[in-house]
Each structure stands twice: as C-alpha cells, then as structure tokens.
C-alpha cells in the first residue's frame, strides 16, 4: 500500500509548473476528447470524400487509376508521414489522453 498512498499524496498535494497534478491530467483528458472527436469528424468526411471520388470516377467525370494514385502517393507521403509524425510528438501520450480519444473518438 506504500507506493499507492504515495501516488495519491503525489496527485493531491504535489506540484508540477506550479499546477496541481490533477488539473494537468483533467487538461490532458479534455485535449484527449477533444483529438477523439476530430479523428471522428475527419473519418466521417474521409468516408464521405471516398464515396464521392468513387461515384465519380464510376460515372468516368474524374479518371481513376492506379498509376495516377500511385504517383499522389509518392508526391505527397512524405509530406503526410512528417505532418503526422509532427503531430504525435507534440501530443502528450498518457493513459488520460488515450482514454479520451477513445471516449472522444466513440461518443464524437
């Protein structure tokens, strides 16, 4: 029981920056519901951007093929790949933010 009365002295009474402990883990959750929602919002968009792309392309108003997919691909992975790599560094990976995405991501 020592090293969980310690935790919860850490979390009551320490201070991090000047902030209690739990404030920063109430901010991280709510940054966390907040990421979850927006992953949510953009899939939807995705989803409804694909279908559109496709009906499209079916109807042949836009030329679909896999050369031509192959080459957006190789232009702008890269791109994607830093941005997204940019994004999950500056994020704060904690149980409390992962939880929330979650919470965000299935509620949004």
Known sequence: MGA???VFH????????????????????????VVGYLIHLFL????IAAIILFIVAYFGFWGLSLSSLKNYATQYGSIVYLYGALIIGILPLS??????????????
């Open 44 to 47: 939807k968009i995705a989803i």
């Open 95 to 108: 149980i409390g933010f992962i939880i929330g995405v979650i919470i965000g991501f299935v509620f949004g």
């Open 10 to 33: 850490f979390i009551t009474s320490g201070s991090i920056g000047g902030l209690p402990p739990i404030v920063l883990m109430i901010i991280i959750f709510v940054i966390g519901l």
């Open 4 to 6: 969980i009365d310690q």
